[in-house]
């Protein structure tokens, strides 16, 4: 398994990803709180790759997921209570981790979580911060099984999805 920048050859396998992602939210299979033409799309990975911060994991030679980790922080993010006080340039985020459903229950996304805190130290952040839908359960659980605590739920429009409830989640990298 490795973690890699993405390339422009891996978008057509990363608009694979998202659109497999929402044909099972459509289904009802899962929850995530995507939606199809809306967030993600093949241009929130395109706008990521020209940013040059979208990342890939790949096992075996195939693209199993894919996550933008930048020092972006939403306009959202100022309505939390963050309890950990950093410097814009102290904190890193992790957006939008998508696994292919195919290929859940195999601790991809527990692998690129890990990516993204070692990520973070070797840009000397110590905040970690990241989001999710109040209705992503699985996300939510295994955040807050790696040591990630909800510091609230802002209710927004976010990625032009109406009537979200963001739950944002931190953790300090001074204390692990």
Same mark, same amino acid.
């Given at each position: 398994?490795?973690?890699?920048?993405?390339?422009?050859?891996?978008?057509?396998?990363?608009?694979?990803?998202?659109?497999?992602?929402?044909?099972?939210?459509? %289904? *009802?299979?899962?929850?995530?709180?995507?939606?199809?033409?809306?967030?993600?799309? #093949?241009?929130?990975?395109?706008? &990521? @790759?020209?940013?040059?911060?979208?990342?890939?994991?790949?096992?075996?030679?195939?693209?199993?997921?894919?996550?933008?980790?930048?020092?972006?922080?939403?306009?959202?993010?100022?309505?939390?209570?963050?309890?950990?006080?950093?410097?814009?340039?102290?904190?890193?985020?992790?957006?939008?981790?998508?696994?292919?459903?195919?290929?859940?229950? %195999? *601790?991809?996304?527990?692998?690129?979580?890990?990516?993204?805190?070692?990520?973070? #130290?070797?840009?000397?952040?110590? &905040? @970690?911060?990241?989001?999710?839908?109040?209705?992503?359960?699985?996300?939510?659980?295994?955040?807050?099984?790696?040591?990630?605590?909800?510091?609230?739920?802002?209710?927004?429009?976010?990625?032009?999805?109406?009537?979200?409830?963001?739950?944002?989640?931190?953790?300090?990298?001074?204390?692990?």
């Amino acid at each position: 398994m490795e973690i890699r920048k993405a390339a422009k050859k891996d978008i057509d396998r990363i608009e694979e990803i998202y659109e497999s992602i929402h044909d099972e939210e459509e %289904k *009802g299979l899962t929850t995530i709180g995507w939606i199809r033409n809306i967030y993600p799309t #093949r241009k929130t990975a395109e706008d &990521a @790759l020209a940013r040059k911060d979208l990342f890939v994991m790949e096992d075996e030679g195939i693209i199993v997921a894919a996550a933008i980790i930048n020092q972006i922080q939403v306009e959202e993010y100022r309505y939390a209570a963050w309890k950990h006080p950093a410097n814009e340039h102290e904190i890193m985020v992790l957006h939008s981790l998508a696994v292919d459903p195919c290929q859940k229950s %195999k *601790g991809y996304g527990k692998a690129f979580v890990a990516f993204y805190e070692t990520y973070a #130290r070797r840009h000397n952040c110590i &905040a @970690l911060r990241m989001d999710t839908n109040v209705r992503n359960f699985r996300a939510r659980n295994l955040y807050q099984k790696l040591g990630y605590e909800e510091v609230g739920i802002v209710t927004c429009i976010f990625n032009g999805i109406p009537d979200v409830q963001l739950v944002c989640l931190e953790k300090n990298l001074a204390e692990t």
